[in-house]
């Protein structure tokens, strides 16, 4: 798959894959029992084009993940709308993306999460 934005590599490539909270348990007493599993951040995205095809790109940080969906987001139609301007001007991603869905039919989606991966 092509890398069409800044940060977007292989998931093989060195520092990609890092230990991420999985889990956390909050017991009574305040205890918390925290459990770590390899993942990857990710932005998937569903929209107009390859009919209804989910592309999914690979991102060493959550930031970074973050700003290419956001530069996304803008290509896809959202440089029209004044609010998701000033939010992308001001680097606020997440709102850029949350506005995507919001403005965007129901099948759509432009999203960032973790990726966990399963042992072999």
Same mark, same amino acid.
């Given at each position: 798959? =092509?890398?069409?934005?800044?940060?977007?590599?292989?998931?093989?490539?060195?520092?990609? %894959?890092? =230990?991420?909270? *999985?889990?956390?348990?909050?017991?009574?007493?305040?205890?918390?029992?925290?459990?770590? $599993?390899? $993942? %990857?951040?990710?932005?998937?995205?569903?929209? &107009?084009?390859?009919?209804?095809?989910?592309?999914?790109?690979?991102?060493?940080?959550?930031?970074?993940?973050?700003?290419?969906? $956001?530069?996304?987001?803008?290509?896809?139609?959202?440089?029209?709308?004044?609010? *998701?301007?000033?939010?992308?001007?001001?680097?606020? &991603?997440? $709102? %850029?993306?949350?506005?995507?869905?919001?403005?965007?039919?129901?099948?759509?989606?432009?999203? %960032?999460?973790?990726?966990?991966?399963?042992?072999?």
């Amino acid at each position: 798959m =092509p890398r069409p934005y800044p940060g977007a590599m292989s998931a093989a490539t060195d520092g990609f %894959v890092g =230990p991420r909270i *999985a889990s956390q348990t909050f017991h009574p007493g305040g205890r918390v029992e925290t459990e770590r $599993a390899p $993942a %990857v951040w990710t932005l998937a995205h569903r929209g &107009y084009r390859g009919s209804g095809r989910l592309d999914i790109w690979v991102y060493r940080t959550k930031q970074l993940a973050l700003e290419a969906g $956001a530069t996304l987001a803008m290509e896809c139609g959202l440089d029209e709308d004044p609010h *998701a301007q000033t939010m992308f001007k001001t680097r606020r &991603y997440q $709102a %850029v993306l949350d506005r995507y869905e919001e403005t965007s039919p129901d099948s759509h989606l432009l999203r %960032v999460q973790l990726a966990f991966l399963q042992p072999e």
